[in-house]
């Protein structure tokens, strides 16, 4: 009957080593950036980090969905590094609202993903996706 895959996607381009963001004990993960852009170095920053570089991640995942594929979505692996909001006086990396990206209505897809070179596109009921695997900044999800 096949297996289940689950993708787990770090905000930005995720690499080595990861870092403390936060107060001892109150505090989270977060991976490192590869590249000349720094990762962001404070908790607020982190957090807008994670909305903003979230279609970098969620696009190439829709290329790929199905009923057996799942995106996992955080800086790393504790609930506290990004998978839900926290609540007050708890320090985490998931923005304070869940990402409105996650509630929109996506719908069927249309087909398969189809690809020209190295760009990806996939069709849904209420959403376009693309991707150019050249450039993960210019991924976009355009809902209807």
């Known amino acids: 009957a096949g297996h289940s895959i689950i993708i787990h996607a770090f905000p930005g381009p995720a690499t080595t080593p990861f870092n403390f963001v936060g107060t001892h004990g109150n505090g989270f993960l977060i991976a490192s950036w590869a ?33 057996r594929v799942f995106l996992s979505y955080a800086w790393f692996y504790n609930v506290e590094d990004g998978y ?51 450039d993960r900044t210019a991924s976009r999800i355009t809902w209807s």
Not at 42 to 67: G, H, W, Y
Not at 104 to 115: D, E, S, T, V
């Open 35 to 67: 590249g000349p852009e720094k990762v962001p170095a404070d908790p607020d920053a982190v957090r807008k980090a994670a909305s903003s570089r979230l279609v970098e991640s969620l696009a190439p995942f829709l290329i790929v969905a199905n009923e």
């Open 84 to 134: 839900i909001p926290c609540k007050a006086g708890v320090e985490c990396a998931m923005p304070s609202e869940w990402y409105p990206e996650f509630t929109r209505p996506l719908g069927p897809p249309k087909g398969h993903a189809q690809r020209n070179g190295t760009i990806w596109t996939r069709e849904f009921q209420h959403a376009s996706v693309f991707v150019d695997l050249r």
